[in-house]
Nanobody, 121 residues
Framework: QVQLVESGGGLVQPGGSLRLSCAAS????????MGWYRQAPGKQRELVAS???????NYAESVKGRFTISRDGAKNTVYLQMNSLKPEDTAVYYC???????????????WGQGTQVTVSS
C-alpha cells in the first residue's frame, strides 16, 4: 500500500521557521503533482503550495515570499520550508500527491495523516 508520512511540525514562536517533510512510501511507479494543504479549526482545508513533477510551483497569496515548496524525486519526498511564521499559520498541515502505485493501474490522489503546526508566543 502507498502511504504519505509527514514530519516536522511543532510549536514555534512568531517569526520563527519550520521545515515540513512528506515521504511517499510503498510500491510507487510515478508521482506527478505534490502539495501541502492546511486546515485551521473551524475553517475549510486550503491549498498552501503545490509543485509539479517538472518543478513548477504555486502558492497561496498568504504565504508567498515566506514559504518554499520543493521536492526530491529520487526520495519521493516533498518539503515545505516555512519562514516568518505568523499565528494565522497555525493549522494541521496535510501532504497530498497524485501518484501511480499501490497496485492500481491509474493515478490516484493520496493524503497524509497531517502534522500540527502551532505558531504562538
Amino acid at each position: 500500500q502507498v502511504q504519505l508520512v509527514e514530519s516536522g511540525g511543532g510549536l514555534v514562536q512568531p517569526g520563527g521557521s519550520l521545515r515540513l517533510s512528506c515521504a511517499a512510501s510503498g510500491t510507487i511507479f510515478s508521482i506527478t503533482g505534490m502539495g501541502w494543504y492546511r486546515q485551521a479549526p473551524g475553517k475549510q482545508r486550503e491549498l498552501v503550495a503545490s509543485i509539479t513533477r517538472r518543478g513548477s510551483t504555486n502558492y497561496a497569496e498568504s504565504v508567498k515570499g515566506r514559504f518554499t515548496i520543493s521536492r526530491d524525486g529520487a526520495k519521493n519526498t516533498v518539503y515545505l520550508q516555512m519562514n516568518s511564521l505568523k499565528p494565522e499559520d497555525t493549522a494541521v498541515y496535510y501532504c497530498n500527491a497524485d501518484l501511480l502505485g499501490g497496485g492500481s493501474s491509474r493515478f490516484q490522489n493520496y493524503w497524509g495523516q497531517g502534522t500540527q503546526v502551532t505558531v504562538s508566543s
